[in-house]
């Protein structure tokens, strides 16, 4: 079975999982909601701290959630983020995409968020949450487009932010504009029944701002994200942190606006 080759961009620095531990089950998969009902049977690829799988797995009860990701430690986060809120009916396991360790028709519903922009083989992934779906289930997706990123007011270092992080991403063997490839993928993968939406996330507050802003600067300096971008030959470190200047001054502004859009894919299967 084919393996994981690309290696993930962002690692799990403090500033990635305080963005990933803002995400939850309304602002990252809203277009899947209307799809869960009490007793179904749910795989989370890629759950990462465990905030959405903790909110699907509320949706669904008693039915099951198996979370799982390809970082062990990060999965003792989302054991602790369930625990939390009370929950007994989530399993977790270390997993591959590409090769899920899980017999044909397990589950009711497949679903992945902002995980096929940074693996290997898109469509073979999507073959494989196609293949441990149930006949009459749906796979679901959604993916950000780094390429359509969109902000005000116009700022030059992060226009050689979002460059940077492109040409990384791809340097790793991922996709950072793959929410306008969903679809394609899905195709490619063998979907016939494919309802394609897209999603935003809007930072305009001045927390917003802030938050978004200096998790941005920090990631750029602190995190996985900042050495493959040094040990790559793509940037030193005097450009990472002329970049995490731009981002706390773009945070300043009080005019200032950024957009997040995502591809999003259900699959009927």
Do not use: K
């Not at 939850?24 to 799988?53: F, H, K, M, Q, W």
């Not at 797995?57 to 799982?68: E, H, I, S, W, Y």
Request: charged fraction near 25%; glycine fraction near 8%.
């Amino acid at each position: 079975m084919p393996r994981e080759t690309a290696v993930y961009t962002h690692g799990h620095h403090e500033s990635v999982l305080r963005s990933h531990r803002w995400r939850t089950a309304a602002n990252s998969a809203a277009y899947l909601l209307p799809e869960l009902r009490s007793g179904l049977d749910v795989l989370d690829v890629g759950c990462g701290p465990g905030t959405i799988t903790a909110d699907l797995a509320a949706l669904v009860a008693p039915g099951t959630v198996t979370a799982v990701d390809a970082a062990a430690d990060v999965l003792e986060r989302a054991a602790d983020t369930v625990a939390g809120r009370g929950l007994d009916n989530v399993r977790f396991a270390v997993a591959d995409v590409h090769a899920l360790d899980f017999p044909d028709d397990s589950f009711d519903v497949v679903h992945a968020h902002q995980v096929l922009q940074h693996v290997g083989d898109p469509v073979q992934a999507l073959r494989e949450m196609r293949r441990v779906c149930r006949p009459g289930g749906v796979v679901a997706a959604r993916d950000s487009d780094y390429g359509a990123f969109t902000w005000y007011p116009s700022s030059p270092v992060l226009d050689g932010w979002q460059e940077l992080y492109r040409r990384v991403a791809r340097a790793n063997g991922g996709e950072p504009d793959a929410g306008r490839r969903l679809r394609a993928w899905a195709r490619s993968a063998g979907f016939t029944d494919i309802t394609s939406t897209a999603g935003t996330w809007c930072f305009a507050t001045p927390e917003e701002r802030a938050w978004w802003s200096g998790l941005w600067a920090e990631r750029t300096t602190a995190s996985v994200y900042a050495e493959l971008a040094v040990r790559g030959g793509h940037a030193d470190e005097e450009r990472l942190m002329a970049i995490a200047a731009g981002w706390r001054a773009w945070g300043e502004d009080p005019d200032a606006w950024f957009m997040v859009p995502h591809g999003e894919i259900l699959c009927r299967v």
